[in-house]
């Protein structure tokens, strides 16, 4: 049998280089390169499409010369997030197969509100918060100090800095207002939460298996510069996770694997699980959380898009011991043979033996 034909969709950049939002957006070309390079290795026949604000081309080649498989690294355009969802809904709607998460879960993890409503009717724990719409004066805050103030449709950490997090009612206004005229509404105002930051990457190696296994978990370690001791927020934040020529971004290492005590694993992989399967992700997803020195786990949020290249995902993957290149063309070959047939129901979430769930 001939090996599936792959396409690599990526969202063409268009934002300038000196754009104080281009970084994130421009990383997409480095995963695009990486990414054809594992599936030409592993014997596939691999095209690449960009596509930016007009999705014409995308349709067009879709319905003229349908490829076996995308892998969709699609991130969505910079001026326009969702369509990050809409690309997915269109391939759905084509009943063409592709990699990743469908459109629903995408829809629900960038609508960060409503993602927090559905964490709280399924009874996961998360950071208590409110929203603030356009038109609406900011209200006293009632959930204590500090919090977190967050554009409610961004992602990749858009929107977040040290101006973030706020200790007072003034200085809620004003970020409040900043992020409504900059990004638009609503705004998210979170509960901060004092503790460990921990990002779970889940990944479908068995379509067999009743739940995702939960990759050996990285941590966002906040250091103080060896001769900078100005007090920074700990949050990851857009210069942290982007800007390599910053103070915030040396002082944030990413620290994969990480070891937690039996039962905090237990939980935290647990309500990863849970959160990744009530958003329908698919092929794999990343779930941040916070964790307090007693134990406790809060979701802060999902995301079913994740880059595919990050070393959270590669050195989570070395430790169970799969090689990133493996897995790139595993995805591709698992969602080529599941083929267009996205709603096919998914098994419920069975908690995994903790030790077992990080690889261990």
Known sequence: MAPP????????????????????????IHSVNIVTGFLEKAGLPVTRLGVSTDPTPLVARLKND??????????????????????????????????????????????KLLAKHLFIGAGIETPAFF????????????LGWPVIVKPAREDASVGIDQGAVVTTDADLRDRVEYILARYGGPVLVEQFIVGREMHVTLVEL???????????????????????????WPIYSYDAKWRTDSSEYHRTPVDVPVVLPEDVTGRLVRAAQKTYRLLGCRDYARVDARVTDEGKVYILEANPNPSITS???????????????????????????RGSDWTVPRAPVTPLPSAQAVGA
Not at 311 to 337: N, Q, S
């Open 5 to 28: 034909r792959v396409l690599v969709l990526f969202n063409e950049p268009v934002l300038a280089a000196d754009h104080p939002d281009a970084d994130a957006e421009h990383d997409v």
């Open 66 to 111: 349908p490829p076996d498989v995308v892998f969709n690294l699609f991130e969505g355009t910079a001026d326009h997030g969702n369509t990050e969802a809409f690309v997915a809904g269109i391939m759905e709607w084509l009943a063409v197969p592709f990699t990743g998460s469908p459109a629903q879960a995408m829809t629900l993890a960038r609508n």
């Open 131 to 142: 929203a603030v719409e356009a038109g609406e004066a900011c209200p006293a805050n009632t």
């Open 206 to 232: 068995d379509a067999a298996a009743p739940a995702p296994t939960a990759l050996p978990f990285s941590e966002i370690l906040f250091q103080k510069g060896e001769d900078d001791h100005t007090d920074l």
């Open 311 to 337: 070393i959270m995902l590669r050195y989570g993957l070395e430790a169970i011991g799969w090689t990133h290149d493996a897995f790139v063309a595993h995805v591709a070959k698992y969602a080529a043979a």
